[in-house]
């Protein structure tokens, strides 16, 4: 009995349409139009991790070494003014753009959150960057780093191969 | 202004702009913020190889591959346009840290010693480049997350596996430099 109920919670978690980033529109939006949207944000956002240095491999070591608040100082007023901003959402129902109720997910702990993100968090080191970043790297003229995205894109491949076996 | 724009931006301005991506997509089309699944629908698009994982309709989840597509148009835009002329500051202790293991600190914004085309095809390059990619991919999708799914949203929205993926971030990140840093670099340096 603890096994089936042990299955379906890793079922749920790791189902292969579950995605980490959904979108949960249920309007459709299709071609560039609808989704240029997504890129002025991720600009507007691309051009902070520049100027902000985030995107620097030096603060990333000045991180790691505790040399710098810089970055604990971004990350912890980006979790507080997104957890400002869901309450408000959550707390005066606030609707999407077309009119949806905003739809929130609840993330189940599986082991790949810790096996995971140690192993993420090795390369974060290494490259002095986390998905974002790269992007942002490669914008800022660093064009070798478009081998590493390609290695990023590669370690995902290789994951969704052998997730199967994988301890969860 | 622009002078203000183009110096480096405090700590204060760059999170609360980043925090506030979490309700700006929320409420343009109900997305939820974590970038780590392009890499995902990258795969599922190019060469999904009957994997059960990349077996679902990425097409519905574009709206990433914009999102991150723009990201990198940002990142042109802060370094022609918004360019800060000045030199990148290091902290003095991480600055002779660094040069005790033979990584010169240059002013720019990565250390070109290691991020250029002439180190591709080096040691430097297979762990810089190659080793160091494929474990922010394979590490963010085994974790379900990165900084931005996990530690961002996932905190945000007060998640506990979230707090225990991003302790788990720092703990491999701190792990990197100060256990395996010390023995890997003068093999490389």
């Not at chain 1, 600009?43 to 902070?48: D, E, N, S």
């Not at chain 1, 999407?96 to 090795?122: R, Y």
């Not at chain 2, 709206?63 to 003095?92: D, H, K, M, Y």
């Not at chain 2, 080096?122 to 799914?149: D, E, P």
Request: include cysteine; proline fraction near 4%; glycine fraction near 10%.
């Amino acid at each position: 009995m603890l096994h089936t109920t042990h299955d379906e919670f890793i079922d749920t978690a790791l189902k292969p349409e579950a995605c980490d980033a959904p979108n949960d529109l249920r309007t459709r939006e299709a071609g560039f139009a609808a989704n240029v949207k997504y890129l002025v944000v991720g600009m507007l956002f691309g051009i902070v991790f520049v100027k902000a240095e985030i995107v620097s491999w030096y603060r990333i070591q000045e991180m790691f070494r505790l040399h710098s608040f810089h970055m604990y100082g971004v990350i912890g007023t980006a979790v507080l003014t997104g957890a400002l901003s869901v309450w408000i959402i959550k707390r005066f129902r606030l609707k999407t753009l077309q009119g949806e109720a905003v739809v929130f997910h609840d993330k189940t702990f599986h082991w790949g959150n810790v096996i995971g993100g140690v192993l993420f968090g090795l390369g974060w080191a290494i490259t002095g960057a986390c998905p974002g970043p790269l992007f942002a790297q490669i914008g800022s003229g660093f064009v070798v780093v478009i081998v590493t995205l390609l290695s990023a894109i590669a370690g995902t491949w290789v994951y969704g191969l052998l997730r199967e076996r994988l301890p969860h | 202004m622009l002078d203000v724009i183009r110096e480096p931006w405090p700590w204060y301005v760059a999170g609360v702009l980043i925090g506030l991506t979490v309700p700006a997509l929320l409420l343009l089309g109900n997305k939820s913020f974590g970038i780590s699944s392009s890499l995902r629908h990258i795969c599922a698009a190019c060469l999904p190889a009957g994997i059960p994982f990349f077996q679902y309709n990425w097409r519905k989840e574009v709206w990433n591959l914009f999102f991150v597509a723009g990201v990198a148009l940002g990142g042109i835009v802060a370094t022609q346009v918004l360019r800060n002329p000045a030199s990148v500051r290091v902290a003095e202790p991480t600055t002779q840290a660094l040069q005790e293991l033979g990584i010169a600190v240059d002013g720019k914004l990565m250390p070109t010693s290691i991020f250029s085309l002439e180190t591709l095809f080096t040691a430097k390059g297979l762990v810089f480049f190659v080793i160091g990619g494929f474990l922010i991919g394979f590490g963010t999708r085994y974790a379900g997350g990165c900084t931005s799914g996990h530690a961002i949203m996932g905190l945000s929205t007060l998640q506990w596996s979230s707090l225990v993926a991003t302790c788990c971030f720092m703990a491999g990140g701190f792990a990197m430099v100060h256990v395996i840093f010390p023995w890997l670099m003068p093999l490389l340096f």
